[in-house]
């Protein structure tokens, strides 16, 4: 009964580089969740998965940023050419079926993200 | 557009006063409400739904229609109570929509 987990833990980069942050949710949950924590600035909705669709992408700040989900598990997110303002904590959060008042969101660890 | 806000960023409370966390949304329907906390190097967790009308930790939080509130509240705060507070609201659309936290700090 592992919980969602996500790796790394922490990732430095430099301006202009790709990043790839992954997400593994608790086994059976359908729904997949990702979100940007930045101080001051609370959680910010990101994206999510019902299974390996994304209904709604409105959420991702530019289209520097891409997600996708394989096999109905595993998620990665993507930032290509990450800029200083992307620094930030990326947590994802999984859940059995779309989180409602009856399904609770689990939430991962985060991947703390610095862009020097 | 659906909004969450909680005004405040910090909350100090000495150990044994009242705690209210205040939180107001703006949505149109039957909202879905939750609490969410995190303690110091702790994930983020769920603390109560609205759904439920539990009382976790001593803490409760009422949907108030009128006033379009759900504040979070407890009588008598512990120092174990210190941690960040998220409201949250599920919208129509199945998003969860996060308040920017409100730091509750509780003094000795």
């Known amino acids: 009964g592992a919980g969602v987990s996500q790796s790394p833990s922490n990732k430095v980069t430099e301006k202009g580089k790709d990043v790839e942050l992954r997400c593994d949710p608790i086994?059976?949950?359908?729904?997949l969740y990702w979100y940007r924590q930045s101080l001051g600035q609370g959680l910010e909705f990101l994206i999510y998965f019902q299974g390996n669709s994304a209904p709604d992408k409105s959420g991702l700040p530019s289209d520097r940023f891409s997600a996708e989900r394989t096999g109905g598990s595993v998620s990665t997110l993507t930032i290509q050419r990450t800029q200083q303002e992307d620094s930030a904590v990326y947590l994802c959060?999984?859940?059995?079926?779309?989180?409602?008042?009856?399904?609770?969101?689990?939430f991962g660890p985060g991947t703390r993200l610095t862009v020097l | 557009a659906q909004r969450v806000t909680q005004p405040e960023k910090l909350l100090s409370v000495f150990k044994g006063a009242p705690v209210e966390l205040k939180c107001n949304y703006s949505?149109?329907?039957?909202?879905?409400l939750f609490w969410y906390v995190q303690y110091s190097r702790q994930r983020l967790q769920l603390l109560l739904r609205h759904i439920s009308r539990e009382s976790i930790k001593g803490f409760t939080a009422d949907l108030n229609k009128g006033e379009t509130s759900f504040h979070l509240k407890k009588p008598f705060a512990q120092e174990e109570d210190s941690a960040m507070y998220y409201c949250a609201l599920r919208d129509r659309d199945d998003k969860i929509i996060f308040g920017k936290g409100t730091r509750l700090h509780i003094l000795p």
């Open positions: 959060a999984s859940s059995l079926v779309l989180a409602d008042s009856y399904n609770e969101q689990f």
């Open positions: 086994s059976g949950h359908t729904a």
């Open positions: 949505y149109s329907g039957s909202p879905e």
